[in-house]
């Protein structure tokens, strides 16, 4: 089992180098895989798009509080750690140009020394997605041909590859660096939908599930193995993160989630802008977990 922690994002400290360096090297020290931040583009002073993880129907978020790109964010941090794995919890895919983001994941994957990992959403606010040009309909579609346009920009040669889609085009493109990963950033799918179980199983590395448990958690997962072997891939080789509190896990937690699959747990931690608090509930954690 792997185990993941997210910055706290509504902390409010994301865009303070010293606060995020310093946390960053708490979590690879306390033996931790990886750290996980999450995007929005932009967030929206007024929406009316629901959120889909909150009973409310709204995120728990403020529109003001910072939210560094996450791209920009790993790649700082990654000159602050050593071993420590580089994630995405989600990115919203359908606001990124594919060839951009593909030089983008492969310079980072290249000078991190492949600790990346890329887990992608189709995102639930309609107002950020339309701010950046993407039609909220249309978002599966264009995330399932950006994944097929990152995949074969990192693996084309010299010799350039070309593409005709429904939204991109292109012909003769090489793209370098390649990733350190020989085969590429690990693309994990996202989401509490059936669609990105189905998703994942036709086109991921991993699955993330969001905001889901018990019965339809199992629900998700039945469908995922079920797409994976109708594209003929293998269900078991597709990662499975699932994720928990930091300040609740155990080793009888891990072991329950073991038992459903999971190779990895995404850990959330306390909002507090209190860096020593936030240590010692990192810390704590790792030792429940037996990490150090």
Request: charged residues 25%; negative net charge; aromatic residues 6%.
């Amino acid at each position: 089992m792997k185990f993941a922690v997210i910055a706290p994002p509504g902390a409010g400290q994301s865009a303070d180098p010293d606060w995020m360096a310093t946390f960053a090297q708490h979590v690879e020290t306390c033996g931790f895989e990886s750290l996980v931040l999450v995007e929005h583009t932009v967030m929206m002073s007024r929406y009316s798009s629901e959120y889909p993880y909150d009973p409310s129907g709204r995120v728990d978020l403020s529109a003001d509080c910072d939210l560094p790109d996450p791209l920009d964010l790993l790649s700082f941090l990654a000159a602050h750690t050593d071993t420590l794995g580089l994630a995405t919890g989600v990115l919203v895919l359908p606001n990124h140009h594919p060839v951009v983001l593909a030089k983008r994941l492969a310079t980072l994957d290249r000078l991190s020394k492949g600790r990346l990992r890329v887990c992608v959403g189709m995102g639930w606010m309609q107002e950020e997605l339309e701010a950046c040009d993407v039609p909220f309909a249309a978002r599966g579609r264009r995330a399932d041909e950006q994944i097929a346009v990152l995949r074969q920009l990192w693996a084309g040669g010299a010799g350039g590859v070309d593409h005709a889609g429904e939204f991109f085009s292109y012909h003769g493109a090489v793209s370098y660096p390649k990733p350190a990963q020989a085969s590429g950033v690990p693309i994990h799918i996202g989401g509490h939908s059936r669609a990105a179980a189905r998703r994942a199983g036709r086109l991921g590395d991993g699955f993330q599930p969001l905001g889901v448990r018990g019965k339809q958690l199992i629900e998700l997962l039945d469908l995922m193995r079920t797409a994976a072997d109708a594209a003929g891939r293998d269900a078991d080789a597709i990662d499975l993160s699932l994720g928990h509190l930091a300040s609740r896990i155990d080793l009888e937690g891990v072991a329950s989630l073991e038992g459903i699959g999971a190779n990895r747990l995404v850990l959330a931690t306390t909002e507090t802008a209190d860096l020593d608090e936030l240590k010692d509930e990192v810390s704590a954690c790792a030792d429940r977990l037996q990490l150090r």
